[in-house]
C-alpha cells in the first residue's frame, strides 16, 4: 500500500516536472532569442517575408497563447519543421533517437562491466596497488574532458594500433554495399532481423570506441560505489564462515559477497544511461554517430531552435522517466525507500 | 608547508601547487608566454601547423600561433569562466535557497518544485539551448551554464537553513522582534556561507569543464581570443596527423580539472561535500 502510494506519488511529481521544463523551454526557444522569425524566414529575408513567418509562426499572439500552442504540439509529438532543412522535426527524431539509444545502452553495460569487476578487485586489495590505481582512475575519469577523450581513443585504437574503426555505425562496405533493411533503426536489432552476422559484428566493432568513451565516467562511479559495498559485506559473518569452511577466494568474492553489493547496480544504471544522452552531444559529433547528438549540434550553428528545444525536450523526458523508473525499481527492491 | 601537506596530503598538496601555478600563469601571462602576441591572437603564417620543436616548444596551430602562448593567455578564460559560473550560480542559487528554508510553506514548496524543473534537465543541454539562445561570447556561455548550476545551491542553502532556523539563537533574534531579511543577513546567511564555499571552491573544476564543452561546441568566447575547448575544436580538422593542435589544449584542461578533482577529493575527507558529473 505505502508502495503503490510512493509510486503514485513519484509519477505525479514527474508529470508536473514535464510541464516545468515544457514551459521552460518554450522560454528559452521561443521567447529569449532575439528575431526567430528571420531565422524561420530564411538567410537574407525581405520584410514581407519576416512579416509571414511572424503570422506562421504565432509570433504576434499572447505569450500564454504561445505557450498552450506549443506544449499541445510538444504532447502530440509534432515538433514542428526544421528551419533549415524544412524536414519534419519528428521524422528525424525517428531516425535518430534509436541510434542514440542504442549508443546509451552499449555504454550502460559497458561501465556495469568494466565498473563492478574493477571494484571488487580493490575492495578484496584494499589499499594495495589495484585500489591504489583503481581510485585514482575514477578521479581521473571525473577530471577528463569527454570530447579529449573521444580524441584519444580514436588516435590510439583507430589510427595507431588499427583496430577498431575510426568512427561511424557501419562500414562503408555494408552501409552501402549491402545495406540493412531498416525496421528498427537500431542497427544490432536491424542486423539480427535480417540474419546478418557479419553486419552485427560489424556495428559491435565501431560501437565499442563512443560507448567506451560514455562508459568511463560511470565505470569509475561503480568501481568506487561497488568498492564501499563490498567491503562493508567481506567482513559480515556469512562471508566470514565461507571462508573459514575453506571455499577459494573468487568464489567468497562473486559468489557470496557481490550479490549482496549489488545495490549500487542501479544507481549506477540510472546515471549512466543520464550521462550517455547529455555526453551523446559532444560524442557523436567526433565519432561521426548520426544520433541525438550529431543532429543537435548541427542545429546549434544553423540557430535551428525547434530542432534544439525538440532534442532537449526528448532527451530530457528521457531522462526524467528514466530516473522515475529507477526510483520505482529501487523502491520495489529495497521497500524502505518508499517509507522515507 | 608540513602542516599543508599534513591536511591535504601529498596528493592534495601537489593538486593546490598546480592550481596556483595555473592562476599565476593566468595572472601574468603577457610576460610569461613566449609569444605573447600570437598568445592574443595575431597570426604568425610562415609556421603553420609546425610540430613541437625548440621555438615552438608545443607546436603551433593552423594560423602559426604558438600553441603554448595561446594555452598560457586561455589560462585567463578558464579560470575566470570557472570562478565567474560558480559565483553566478551563488547568486541565484543562495537567496533562493535562503528564502525556500527560511520562509517554508508554500514559499518553499513553490521554490523548491522550480529547482526540481532546472535539475530534471541533463545540464549540458540546458546549457546549451540557453547559450544558443543568447548567442555565443563570454558572458553568455558563463551565464548559460549559471543557469543549469545554481539549483545545486539552492538546495545546499536550503538544507542549511533548516537546520539553523531552529536554532536557539535565531528563535531569540525572532522573539526580540529582529526583522526577517535582518535575520537571514546577520544570523543565518554567515552560518551558511562556509559549506557553501567549500562546495562553491570544488565545483570550479567541474564548472570549467563544462564550459570548455560549450566552447569545443562553438558556443564559447569568440576568436581570436584564446580558449582551450575552443582550440581543441578548432585542431579537429587537424587531427590526427597534426595531434598536438588538439592534444596540447585537451591535456591542459584535463590537467586543470584533475588538480581541482584531486584537491577536491583531499578537502572531501575532511569537510564533506559532492562530486559533480562531468561534461
Known sequence: MELLRYILRRTVLSAFVVVGVTFLVFIVAQVVPSDPAALYAGPRPTAEQIEKARQELNLDAPLPARFATFAAAMASGDFGVSYKSRRLIAEDLKAYLPATLELAVFSTGLALLIGIPLGVLAAARQGRWPDRLGSFGSIAAVAMPTFFLAMILQLVFAQWLGILPLSGRLSREIAIGAPLPVVTNFTLVDALLAGRLDAFGNAVTHLVLPALTLASYPAGVAMRLTRSAMIEILERRHVVAARTLGLSEPRILFGHALPNAMGPALTVIGLSFAYALTGAVLVEIIFAWPGLGRYVSEAILAKDFPVIAAVTMVVTICYVVMNLLIDIAQALVDPRVALS | ?279
Request: charged share 15%; glycine share 10%; proline share 8%.
Open chain 2, 1 to 279: 608547508m608540513k602542516k599543508l601537506v599534513h591536511r591535504l596530503g601529498w596528493p592534495g598538496t601537489i593538486a593546490l601547487a598546480v592550481v596556483l601555478l595555473f592562476v599565476f600563469v593566468g595572472l601574468f601571462a603577457p610576460w610569461i608566454a613566449p609569444y605573447p602576441a600570437q598568445g592574443a591572437g595575431a597570426p604568425n603564417v610562415l609556421a603553420k601547423l609546425a610540430p613541437p620543436s625548440a621555438d615552438y616548444w608545443l607546436g603551433t596551430d593552423h594560423l602559426g600561433r604558438d600553441i603554448l602562448s595561446r594555452i598560457i593567455y586561455g589560462t585567463r578564460v578558464s579560470l575566470t569562466n570557472g570562478v565567474l559560473i560558480v559565483a553566478f550560480s551563488l547568486l541565484i542559487g543562495l537567496p533562493v535557497g535562503l528564502a525556500a528554508g527560511y520562509f517554508g510553506g508554500w514559499i518553499d514548496e513553490a521554490l523548491m518544485r522550480g529547482t526540481d524543473v532546472f535539475l530534471a534537465f541533463p545540464a549540458l543541454l540546458l546549457a546549451v539551448l540557453m547559450a544558443a539562445a543568447l548567442g555565443p561570447g563570454f558572458l553568455n556561455s558563463i551565464i548559460a551554464v549559471a543557469v543549469t548550476w545554481w539549483p545545486w545551491y539552492a538546495r545546499l542553502a536550503r538544507a542549511e537553513v533548516l537546520v539553523l532556523r531552529g536554532q536557539p539563537y535565531v528563535e531569540a533574534a525572532r522573539l526580540a522582534g529582529v526583522s526577517h531579511p535582518r535575520i537571514i543577513a546577520r544570523h543565518i546567511l554567515p552560518a551558511t556561507g562556509r559549506p557553501l564555499t567549500v562546495q562553491a571552491a570544488l565545483d570550479v573544476g567541474p564548472a570549467l569543464l563544462t564550459a570548455a564543452a560549450l566552447s569545443f561546441l562553438g558556443l564559447g568566447v569568440l576568436p581570436p581570443t584564446a580558449d582551450w575547448g575552443q582550440m581543441v575544436d578548432a585542431g579537429r580538422k587537424f587531427f590526427p596527423a597534426r595531434w598536438w593542435y588538439s592534444a596540447m589544449p585537451g591535456l591542459t584542461i584535463f590537467i586543470v580539472a584533475l588538480a581541482f578533482s584531486v584537491l577536491g577529493d583531499a578537502l572531501r575527507e575532511r569537510k564533506g561535500g559532492t562530486v559533480r558529473a562531468p561534461a
